[in-house]
């Protein structure tokens, strides 16, 4: 592997950590449900074959989503160390982010990349967040969040908002 792929893997993995984590757990538990689904099925017993098979597809589909979440986080990394090298450390660049533990991490490595580290360190630690905030700020609101439109949009496709 080139050294250039290794670095853009690692960038990757770096600027989502807990998603890339979250989806490779989920894949193994898919494929380990999905074992068990196929066996089920060469016993001849469709209807735990089906059973675990539902479940190892649901599994999946977690992995998916994790794994797209990471990379929206790669590409909103991309775009704040793209703005805190253009316009410098600014407070109103990281204020968005601070909703979510990925989204800090991600803004975080742009930081750091940028010469601003110590900078959104601070900023992060003065709004109260610590390493063990995990959940966004409206998942502990409200866990049905997930399901909603608005949610999955800002999840997927960070950036400037649409001017109506």
Known sequence: MKASTRTTLLRYIQAAPWPYMTGLAS???ACTL????VFHLTEADA???VFFGGWGTGWLVVALFAMADG????REYRRIKAMLLRY???ERILE???RSRCQRDAALLAANEAGHGENARAYFAGLGYRWYHILPDSVVRNP??????SFLRSSFLPGKKARA
Do not use: E, N, T, W
């Open 47 to 49: 209807a735990r074959a």
């Open 34 to 37: 999905g074992g068990h689904g």
């Open 27 to 29: 894949l193994l538990f």
């Open 144 to 149: 049905l969040v997930f399901l909603r439109p």
């Open 96 to 98: 968005p982010l601070a």
């Open 71 to 74: 990379i929206s986080r790669h």
């Open 88 to 90: 410098g450390y600014s």
